[in-house]
């Protein structure tokens, strides 16, 4: 199946700063979703993104679908932005049957 | 509107015991996938049902079932609990299944249920 990577696993910042996260998937992908999982557990949609480029208040994510590749990133960061966040891909080859394969997550603290 | 509901949002089980997961969608979506994350780790998929038909199984052991009924809402079971099934287990809801690079697929979770096994 479809392999997902994340870096960097952890990520300490101060209020104000900006941020770059990265995902490698090793295949085509049919989709991708960028998530926030809150301290409770719940998944929060940021970005479906197979390829190109979006923009939600202070993030944004770019998708390079022929390099394998896709960043999130997030401007003027602010306390609530802390938590883990996760990228997901389901292979263009599974048919949409594989389900979403998920990286590790970047684990982000923004400090006051 | 409301979004994916699941329930119950905690649970806790002895070793050997069955458990039943529920899991609602949003409205109009027909496609449902169940979600297993365990401390640490991102989810892991089990399965994906559309239009009540079993369309994607991941690599989980015959104790995990589930189906999904007329009305989209599905369950998951899982037999024979194990230590290690303690995890959150999620569920998801999208509008269509096997679209290439379609809106359509968004994947929108639930706040999960919580199991503890002892």
């Known amino acids: 199946g479809i392999q997902v990577e994340q870096s960097p696993p952890d990520l300490i910042l101060q209020e104000g700063a900006n941020s770059t996260l990265r995902c490698n998937f090793s295949d085509s992908v049919n989709n991708l979703q960028w998530f926030h999982q809150n301290p409770w557990g719940q998944l929060i949609n940021l970005f479906y993104i197979p390829s190109g480029t979006k923009q939600n208040g202070r993030l944004s994510a770019t998708t390079v679908a022929t390099e394998r590749y896709s960043l999130l990133y997030i401007s003027s960061s602010q306390t609530p932005d802390s938590g883990v966040y996760f990228c997901a891909s389901e292979a263009r080859s599974g048919g949409g049957a594989d389900g979403l394969t998920f990286g590790k997550g970047t684990h982000l603290i923004i400090q006051p | 509107d409301a979004g994916v509901t699941q329930s119950p949002t905690h649970l806790i089980k002895t070793r050997g015991q069955h458990v039943t997961l529920r899991c609602s969608p949003i409205s109009g979506h027909k496609s449902v996938s169940w979600y297993q994350q365990v401390l640490g780790q991102g989810p892991q998929f089990i399965f994906q049902?559309?239009?009540?038909?079993?369309?994607g199984r991941g690599n989980f052991p015959d104790r995990f079932s589930a189906r999904q009924f007329p009305n989209y809402s599905s369950e998951l079971n899982v037999n024979a609990l194990l230590l290690g099934d303690s995890a959150l287990y999620l569920c998801?809801?999208?509008?269509?299944?096997?679209?290439?690079?379609?809106?359509?697929?968004?994947?929108?979770f639930g706040p999960g249920t919580r199991l503890l096994v002892l």
């Open positions: 998801a809801s999208s509008l269509a299944f096997g679209l290439a690079a379609s809106l359509q697929e968004t994947q929108y």
């Open positions: 049902y559309y239009e009540k038909e079993e369309r």
